[in-house]
């Protein structure tokens, strides 16, 4: 089947294939560590129950750590792509189309309409782990709990680079895998702003629904007490 899309969609789909697939993994690693040690670092070092004697709520405390692993997980994201960005751009013999794709990629539009989708993601991630954790009674049982999951986060992100998968109605409402999808659309310039507004709503969806099962599990004082 032969594309007839012009060149410069073709070029921002395929940028935009593989490009979700590296910053949804700098999120999930960037939010991983800082995660591990601000709940499981804190209880396996005695400091947690200092920490839970402060005049702040449980919640409130919760939610600042939410926050700090959050912005770790933006912050590794964006240097990762600007990065990235700049290495590929700085390249000799870079064709004008791609030139352009790129120049289209640190504009302002395309940077917001990332950052929308970005940090309730980071948030989402942030929430997960903290839950997960908690559980944990060392840094290393904690690697060892919130590993797996990277598989489960890198799936969804690899799938939006296989052929005849698409954004619709139903893929946007698909974690990790709307957001791919959803690169590739707005890199391409071809993004329905119906579909970006359910996916933007179904990430801050999740991020509340991550945050709220990470609060009752933190709320649980065999959580976070070390026994």
Known sequence: RYDIAPKKEQLGKTVGGFLPYLFIIFCFSGCMYPAIDLITGEKERGT????????????????GKVIAISLVGMAAAVMGILGLLAAVKFLPDIPADMLDVLSNMVSAKFVFMLLAMLIPLCI????????????????????????????????????????????SWKTALIPILNIALATKEIIAGTIQNGHYIAIVMSLIVLAIISVAISYKQYSKEGMVLKS
């Open 124 to 167: 989402f991630f942030a929430g997960i782990l903290s839950a997960m954790v908690i559980k944990a009674k060392s840094f290393k049982e904690a690697q060892s709990i919130v590993s797996p999951f990277m598989f489960i986060i890198i799936v969804p992100a690899a799938m939006a680079m296989m052929p005849g998968i698409e954004l």
């Open 48 to 63: 947690m129950e200092t920490l839970l004697t402060v005049p702040a709520s449980r919640f409130n405390i919760l939610i």
